[in-house]
């Protein structure tokens, strides 16, 4: 397909291409028609970018996935993070990261990426949030990591993040295909950290899952707290599957014990 625009556009589409953008603003792209005199309302501009296959629209409003002449045509570049991309770049001032298996597999630890990509917010914002996005609350201890030019829970965070909520698993057969790979990768420091400002019950939950998968950082958890009197639940209300007298847990959930998981470390 060929694409045409206008001189006056063409400097703006010159520096979309030098910066290698992939997403664009609509503030953004009103900083360079000022920048080269354009007078036109940034939305018109970014209306006729679009009209001419050179911005694409995304599920955000305001935001638009860049097509360079390199892709030769209007072309999505199909990422299967954009929506979280292009969310962050309509809300830098909102913090989140990815999680669970979506940070799993940007960490090379899944080979799938779930159809609704998994976003960990500090506090739940009250702006829109795609519906291809699910959005869970979780504040880690270690600093996330960049993965896939995306804020990432690194793998202890991950692990004590499901055992903070085990019900946000949907599938627990499917997880197990790689929560064990993200296991691997985890430190015995490095789990006792992530658990440092969490209560009993979390670390708990923690200790429970990891007692066959990595057995030296569940007996590190389990003598790092006091020794459990009162039962607790790993997954929501419902009739026990398995109750685990060393860390008095009533098991509603897993579909398998964690004793009969495969050791990993």
């Not at 790993?234 to 009969?260: C, H, Y």
Request: with cysteine; proline share 8%.
């Amino acid at each position: 397909m060929t694409r045409t625009i206008s001189q006056s556009m063409s400097r703006i589409l010159e520096e979309l291409e030098l910066e290698n953008k992939t997403y664009v603003t609509s503030s953004e792209i009103a900083v360079l028609a000022e920048k080269y005199g354009i007078l036109t309302d940034p939305y018109i501009v970014a209306s006729r970018l679009n009209q001419s296959g050179w911005l694409l629209p995304t599920s955000q409003r305001g935001v638009w996935e860049f097509a360079p002449a390199s892709m030769a045509g209007p072309y999505s570049r199909n990422e299967p993070l954009k929506d979280i991309k292009v969310f962050q770049k309509a809300n830098p001032d909102i913090r989140c990261y990815i999680c669970l298996q979506t940070a799993a597999w940007a960490s090379g630890l899944a080979d799938r990426i779930p159809a609704n990509k998994e976003l960990a917010f500090e506090k739940i914002p009250r702006k829109r949030i795609p519906e291809s996005i699910a959005a869970f609350r979780y504040t880690p201890v270690i600093e996330p990591r960049k993965e896939k030019d995306i804020l990432c829970l690194v793998p202890e965070s991950i692990i004590v993040h499901i055992a903070s909520k085990p019900d946000i698993i949907r599938s627990w057969e499917s997880a197990m295909e790689w929560i064990p790979d993200v296991v691997y990768e985890t430190t015995i420091e490095n789990i006792l950290l992530e658990l440092s400002d969490k209560n009993d019950s979390v670390k708990r939950r923690t200790g429970y899952l990891l007692q066959n998968m990595y057995p030296d950082a569940s007996n590190a958890i389990y003598n790092n707290i006091p020794e459990p009197s009162s039962k607790i639940r790993f997954g929501s209300r419902g009739p026990a599957v398995r109750n685990d007298q060393k860390w008095m847990i009533s098991d509603t959930i897993l579909p398998f014990s964690p004793k009969e998981m495969e050791r990993v470390k």
